[in-house]
């Protein structure tokens, strides 16, 4: 078959896969934050208020579209672009089973961390070009904060490297059903790579760069209707991405413990959704029950707590890995 | 190569979905510009003083060190896929520590600066 054919059909299927996710998500993210507050969340429309997601779909579709005058035009323009575009490359990394990923190329874990570091710029250019009091100080903060915990992210993917021998996702994934999921020898990096998501996706604790109560909606305050709409698209995109990410390095992919990786069959599709779900599940619960840093504190976390340990840990975790090949040599 | 045209498809999908997305957006939503709503938004006043603010310096340190520190995390993920290969390699261990040890040596010099706190 053509190769042209196969990568667009890919393309397309991958699309729907992430409005499916983004249209379940603004109703989780509601009903879970919901709850955990105490509140109920949409019940009015359909059954336990399923359909709010259509009507805010359409809302989004149908709201007038207005740009303030003093901004970027051009900048302003495009920096949904920057900011969507990238979140959907990353979605063709994601292993959903041995077969079913759509780009898989040999470095796909790189790929996938390199497509998912543009994003933050196109926060920023949304918010600079607005030329709004709020947008600017929220996109200060994107890169600020955003940027900040990207390295410690990219350090926490080196351990699952290390004992894989390989940076592409699929590889890794078959690595973890052959010996164990690579939470148990990682610990730490699973943590930090946990704490990283975080504040990548832009939620709460971190969620400095539109913090609702002091900067309205922060790099987002001037943006309207279906721009709006892809900003937000892109950030539960975001979830799912950094979510299936962990799951992938840490988790198992789609295998299960003690199950052949084959034995599955078409489920593993199944079980990886349902461990991507469980960890967005996690990263919503943390949204809702923690309350917001301060800005300089959490850039001292990053700079000056995460980012050396992290490296002190790769180096421990290397002679570790040393130490066990040579005595299982010896032996 | 059929990698990299899945990865190009993406590209231009995702512009032209995200083009489409707008225009049928721009086809469905009203149009009524009134004067009110071309102005910043400032709470609802008249915006105050020049659009753009100043701002502090210290956010563009910490895009600097960041540009430096990823890309010198990305030359580990080589190292890591060669030393998983080998383990038992020597070499490939003390490339590391010398390496590390490099990372440590400009985080530290930043930290001494005052580069890394909030002022």
């Known amino acids: 078959m053509n190769p042209w054919l196969v990568a667009l059909l890919r393309a397309l299927l991958i699309l729907v896969v992430m409005l499916l996710n983004g249209s379940l998500a603004i109703y989780m993210v509601r009903k879970v934050l919901g ?118 992210l990219l350090l926490a993917a080196i351990p699952p490297v290390i004992l894989a021998g390989s940076a592409n996702l699929q590889a890794i994934v078959l690595a973890q059903s052959h010996s164990i999921w690579y939470i148990l020898p990682c610990l730490p990096s699973f943590v930090i790579a946990l704490i990283c998501a975080q504040m990548e996706t832009n939620q709460a604790p971190f969620d400095m760069t539109e913090a609702d109560q002091e900067l309205v909606a922060g790099f987002s305050t001037e943006y309207s209707a279906m721009r709006f709409g892809f900003m937000y698209l892109a950030e539960f995109a975001g979830n799912f991405t950094f979510a299936a990410l962990i799951v992938s390095l840490f988790l198992g992919g789609w295998t299960l413990p003690g199950i052949s990786a084959t034995a599955l069959g078409p489920f593993a599709v199944l079980v990886f959704v349902a461990k991507c779900y469980l960890l967005i599940f996690l990263f919503m619960m943390v949204r809702g029950t923690y309350s917001r840093y301060r800005v300089d504190h959490y850039l001292e976390v990053g700079w000056k707590r995460l980012l050396p340990f992290s490296l002190a840990w790769i180096v421990v975790f290397a002679a570790a890995v040393r130490i066990i090949a040579m005595l299982k040599g010896g032996a | 190569m059929f990698q990299q045209i899945v990865i190009a498809c993406f590209l231009v999908f995702g512009v032209a979905f995200t083009l489409l997305a707008l225009g049928l957006s721009w086809l469905l939503s009203p149009t009524n ?87």
Do not use: C
């Not at chain 1, 429309?45 to 003093?70: F, M, S």
């Not at chain 2, 520190?69 to 070499?91: H, M, R």
């Open chain 2, 33 to 119: 510009p009134t004067e009110g709503k071309g102005l910043t938004f400032e709470s609802g006043m008249e915006p105050l003083g020049p659009p753009w603010i100043r701002y502090r310096s210290g956010f563009f340190v910490y895009a600097v060190l960041y540009v430096v520190f990823d890309i010198e995390t990305a030359f580990l993920y080589p190292w890591a896929i060669a030393y998983g290969k080998s383990v038992t390699n020597w070499f490939f261990f003390a490339e590391m520590l010398i390496f590390i040890a490099i990372l440590f040596g400009g985080l530290l010099y930043a930290w001494k600066e005052k580069a890394l706190s909030w002022h």
């Open chain 1, 35 to 152: 709850h955990a507050h105490l509140r109920l969340g949409p019940t009015e429309l359909g059954p336990a208020g399923i359909a709010q997601v259509i009507a805010d779909i359409v809302k989004l579709l149908t709201k007038e579209d207005r740009h303030p005058n003093r901004s970027d035009r051009w900048l302003y323009l495009i920096a949904p672009f920057i900011v969507f575009v990238p979140s959907f490359v990353a979605f063709s990394f994601i292993p959903f089973t041995d077969k079913l990923v759509a780009a898989n190329p040999e470095m796909s874990l790189l790929m996938m961390l390199a497509f998912l570091a543009v994003p933050p710029l196109g926060i920023f250019a949304a918010g600079w070009s607005s030329r709004s009091k709020f947008a600017t100080i929220g996109a200060m903060r994107a890169i600020g904060g955003m940027v900040t915990y990207e390295i410690p």
